[in-house]
């Protein structure tokens, strides 16, 4: 075999590789796109749990919790 011969076999054993891993991943996309139609019309949707407890905003913190940050601070601050 010369060595033109043997550059065209191996470019088309480059393309036939390259066209069944392309083919692969096509294939894996559809599956998984099958896959994931059939799980949202098949899957129920959750219900979001409802709020029992209003949160508090930061501005109605107690006013405990506000003198233990501020003495907190003030000792580290006195520390270093």
């Known amino acids: 075999m010369n060595e033109s011969t043997l550059l065209i076999e191996s470019l088309r054993l480059m393309v036939i590789g390259m066209g069944i891993v392309y083919a692969f991943l096509l294939l894996l996309v559809g599956v998984l796109r099958l896959m994931s139609s059939l799980i949202l019309r098949l899957a129920p949707e959750e219900a ?30 006195r520390q270093h």
């Open 48 to 77: 979001l749990p409802l709020a029992t407890t209003p949160t508090q905003s930061p501005s109605s913190a107690p006013d405990d919790l506000i003198a233990v940050i501020a003495a907190a601070v003030a000792r580290y601050r």
